[in-house]
């Protein structure tokens, strides 16, 4: 199979018939041997009804459908859609059309006619987003490189919208922590990325599922995920603290018995607990992020549970029943 494409859906009833009539004639026209590997990410509305309705219809000769328990996020749908492809190419893209098929094409063409390529990676040339959203990402992009291990080779900008090659997707597959970000995990594994520059499309229909909250925490657990920098930033903050008081302390000394000035101690005091204090609560609140990740990790639990999938062979359908992150996906044992 030439390419297996990786599509997570939340909440995208309103989109997904414009993305099936899309993505079938898209990569049918390219004559392409592909794949659909569709994840309903614990929605609430008829996606799960949409998706299987697609696979059932057989207007795709292959379609793997996987039905989450719950909402486990996008990081977790991505690494299921991984998990039961099975082309010798992977692709990954958006519902929302926002990421077009037609794009997904030339990635995928634009990688083959570079075999000393590994992935191709889309970044945006021109963001249609608020200023301060737009502003914010450019700065974490920054923020992150220079704090991040093993990501000297993060295309700047990239999403998760790329073309790779089974090689990448098997080194992603190694990986089953629990806190995971697609985008610092594509350039800690290296391979050689070509950066392939496009413009997204207004959303087919809905509205972004992605508050800026989200999008903040999203970010925070990226550097957290790849970073110890916090850590040692905790370790400067209170060794320059320790200095400054030894330094203070020397002053009061000074200005005691050298200048006989009488210290005005409460105000002074006050202060110093209040700086201290706060001090101290800055670095045992980043001490317990990475705590509490080890925690989580420990625990072993899988990234995420799938009540059912569903895989259609030219619209025969047949189901695995559950499935958690970790396993071998049954249905892949059996093309195989």
């Known amino acids: 199979m030439n390419l297996s494409v990786v599509v997570p859906c939340y909440e995208e009833h309103e989109c997904l018939p414009l993305l099936f009539d899309r993505a079938t004639a898209a990569f049918d026209a390219a004559g392409l041997d592909y794949e659909l590997v569709l994840v309903n990410d614990g929605s609430s509305d008829d996606t799960w009804q949409l998706l299987e309705r697609f696979a059932r219809s057989g207007r795709a000769n292959h379609v793997v459908c996987v039905d989450f328990s719950r909402n486990f996020g996008k990081e977790a749908a991505l690494l299921a859609g991984l998990s039961h492809a099975t082309g010798d190419a992977v692709g990954i893209m ?43 990402k450019e700065a974490f992009y920054h923020i992150f490189k220079a704090m991040a ?11 998760d919208f790329r073309v790779f090659r089974r090689d990448v997707a098997e080194a992603l597959l190694a990986m089953p922590e629990y806190h995971r970000f697609s985008k610092g995990l594509f350039a800690w594994v290296g391979f050689e990325t070509i950066p392939f520059a496009y413009e997204p499309s207004p959303r087919a229909a809905g509205s972004s599922k992605w508050s800026l909250r989200q999008l903040m925490r999203y970010a925070t657990d990226g550097i957290f995920a790849f970073s110890t920098v916090p850590l040692k ?36 005091i006050v202060c110093l607990i209040l700086l201290l204090g706060g001090l101290t609560l800055l670095t045992l609140g980043i001490i317990g992020e ?17 009540r059912r999938v569903v895989v259609s062979e ?22 195989s």
């Not at 570079?114 to 502003?135: F, I, K, S, T, W």
């Not at 990501?151 to 900008?157: Q, R």
Request: aromatic share 10%.
């Open 94 to 136: 958006d519902a929302d059309l926002q990421q077009e098929p037609e794009t997904l094409v030339a990635m995928y063409r634009k990688l083959m006619a570079h075999p000393e390529a590994d992935c191709v990676a889309a970044y945006q040339e021109r963001r249609h987003e608020g200023a301060l959203h737009a502003a914010l």
């Open 233 to 268: 930033l905790a370790t400067w903050v209170g060794s320059t603290a320790a200095i400054a008081s030894v330094v203070y302390f020397f002053m009061v000394l000074y200005d005691a018995f050298g200048l006989q000035n009488t210290p005005e101690g409460y105000p002074t």
């Open 149 to 159: 291990d093993g990501t000297s080779k993060m295309v700047p900008d990239a999403s």
């Open 290 to 306: 990475y705590v509490a990740r080890i925690y989580v990790e420990g625990k072993g639990r899988p990234v995420y549970i799938a």
């Open 314 to 335: 030219g619209g025969r359908l047949r189901e695995t029943g559950f499935e958690r992150s970790g396993e071998q996906p049954r249905h892949v044992d059996a093309r």
